[in-house]
């Protein structure tokens, strides 16, 4: 059971709205967020397999100008602890993506996934019942058909409203690897999922088929070099898609020139510096995430320490490199030790494709803007975010004197860090996810 307390910190400037678990566990950390096409609905996945939706309340006649906050509209739990007795191995709950799919009529739909399994759900809001049934009473029982004398109608009645989330379809046993990500292509009718090895296409009506349309698993796993980290479909274009590697590579490709894109059509990888050469190199090339601009003009990628945009006509280098934590390069060996050099950073665009927005450790997310090539540090804490204050950037020192606005590099917390992030489609919203806190920031409201 979470608690969820409110008030508001926020962004570049303030009001909103954060969302925490006091009774803080390993289930409630939160592993993806995602807002849906119109930005109207927020949904969270958690490691304990449960989704979260947050719907915007509607503006108030008598406050025009002050902006809905989002709260609590559906909670459900989508995935369950699995154990795949032929391989002795547990499948965890954990929601690894959430991907919306666009409104089509009242209900809405999402796809959530595990390692393993996607599902799709619909979630629905229910405000009247059915009463008056000839076979059932009002319990629910089956009545005898010898009492039965008169036939009724049945009527809809008034009722609380309550919001329903229902699995509609159940698409497994396509994946022997871990799932890592999800997309809904744009014609609405097919969705891939990508593990390690393999992107399979799936058609959203048919749970028992998909097709293999990248397979880079080598006859033999000893030859092995480079696993799939992220794949994403391209917005408007449907039969292009882009795939990301360990490698720092991304391939695209076009599903009309063969049913198994064995081939790219495109090839992006930016040629290593050699004077920045080290036994950490590869590792930190790794791609943690790639995401189409709205546009479908620009791809960005982030890795461990950088976030870079390509444009799709120019393979050769990227078109802009942004350092998100350029002052970890000399951390790198103690970062390798506990593990967190191998952690996956998502990042994302806002809705004009002018700032990108990524997360770095001690609950610090960066903002480029791609305009003015300024950059900022904020906090998503709770000691940093007062009612309506506004959120001031950080700085991080790098040895020589600090000053008193400046935290230093040594003092930075690794275990806090924001992996997960969502802007909202249309407006200057985002969603931070720092460990089982989700803060909500908007832009300031004159």
């Given at each position: 059971m979470k608690c969820f307390s409110r008030y508001l910190p926020y962004l570049f400037r303030p009001p909103s709205t954060i969302l925490s678990s006091s009774c803080h566990t390993e289930a409630d950390i939160i592993s993806t967020v995602?807002?849906?096409?119109?930005?109207?609905?927020?949904?969270?996945?958690?490691?304990?397999?449960?989704?979260?939706?947050?719907?915007?309340?509607?503006?108030?006649?008598?406050?025009?100008?002050?902006?809905?906050?989002y709260n609590v509209y559906s909670t459900f739990q989508s995935h369950e602890p699995e154990f795949d007795y032929l391989k002795s191995l547990e499948i965890e709950e954990k929601?690894?993506?959430?991907?919306?799919?666009?409104?089509?009529?009242?209900?809405?739909?999402?796809?959530?996934?595990n390692d393993k399994t996607v599902k799709?759900?619909?979630?629905?809001?229910?405000?009247?019942?059915?009463?008056?049934?000839?076979?059932?009473?009002e319990e629910g029982r089956i009545r005898n058909p010898a009492t039965i004398t008169s036939l009724r109608v049945p009527v809809l009645r008034p009722m609380d409203l309550m919001v329903e989330a229902t699995p509609r379809r159940?698409?497994?046993?396509?994946?022997?690897?871990?799932?890592?990500?999800?997309?809904?292509?744009?014609?609405?009718?097919?969705?891939?999922?990508?593990?390690?090895?393999?992107?399979?296409?799936?058609?959203?009506?048919?749970?028992?088929?998909?097709?293999?349309?990248?397979?880079?698993?080598p006859a033999n796993m000893e030859e092995l070099t480079e696993v799939i980290t992220a794949a994403e479909f391209h917005p408007h274009h449907c039969n292009t898609f882009?795939?990301?590697?360990?490698?720092?590579?991304?391939?695209?490709?076009?599903?009309?020139?063969?049913?198994?894109?064995?081939?790219?059509?495109?090839?992006?990888?930016?040629?290593?510096?050699?004077?920045?050469?080290?036994?950490?190199?590869?590792?930190?090339?790794?791609?943690?995430?790639?995401?189409?601009?709205?546009?479908?003009?620009?791809?960005?990628?982030?890795?461990?320490?950088?976030?870079?945009?390509w444009d799709l006509n120019m393979e050769s280098k990227p078109l802009e490199t942004y350092q998100v934590h350029e002052y970890l390069r000399s951390k790198l060996c103690s970062l390798y030790e506990n593990d967190?050099?191998?952690?996956?950073?998502?990042?994302?665009?806002?809705?004009?494709?002018?700032?990108?927005?990524?997360?770095?450790?001690?609950?610090?997310?960066?903002?480029?803007?791609?305009?003015?090539?300024?950059?900022?540090?904020?906090?998503?804490?709770?000691?940093?975010?007062?009612?309506?204050?506004?959120?001031?950037?950080?700085?991080?020192?790098?040895?020589?004197?600090?000053?008193?606005d400046e935290i230093s590099v040594d003092s930075l917390d690794f275990s806090k860090k924001i992996l997960h992030t969502a802007w909202h489609p249309a407006e200057n919203i985002i969603a931070v996810a720092a460990t089982n806190n989700l803060y909500i920031f908007q832009d300031k409201v004159n």
């Open positions: 995602e807002f849906n096409s119109t930005g109207e609905l927020l949904a969270t996945g958690d490691k304990g397999g449960r989704v979260v939706v947050f719907q915007r309340e509607q503006e108030s006649k008598s406050q025009p100008h002050r902006r809905g906050e929601i690894n993506k959430i991907r919306w799919l666009p409104q089509q009529n009242a209900a809405y739909f999402l796809l959530s996934t799709l759900w619909k979630v629905s809001e229910r405000d009247k019942r059915p009463e008056g049934y000839n076979l059932k009473d159940v698409f497994s046993n396509a994946h022997t690897y871990h799932i890592n990500s999800i997309s809904v292509n744009s014609d609405y009718e097919t969705y891939m999922s990508t593990d390690d090895l393999r992107v399979n296409l799936w058609n959203l009506e048919i749970t028992n088929r998909s097709f293999n349309i990248v397979d880079i698993k882009v795939y990301s590697s360990s490698k720092g590579s991304i391939r695209l490709c076009d599903m009309r020139a063969s049913a198994l894109c064995d081939n790219h059509s495109k090839f992006f990888e930016e040629p290593e510096d050699p004077s920045n050469r080290s036994f950490f190199s590869e590792i930190i090339s790794s791609i943690s995430d790639v995401k189409f601009s709205h546009s479908g003009r620009y791809l960005m990628t982030r890795d461990y320490l950088t976030v870079k945009v967190c050099i191998f952690d996956k950073f998502e990042c994302v665009w806002n809705g004009a494709d002018s700032v990108i927005m990524t997360g770095s450790y001690n609950n610090f997310f960066r903002m480029f803007d791609r305009n003015t090539k300024r950059d900022v540090t904020l906090e998503a804490s709770r000691e940093s975010s007062k009612p309506r204050a506004v959120l001031k950037p950080r700085r991080v020192c790098v040895g020589g004197k600090r000053r008193k």
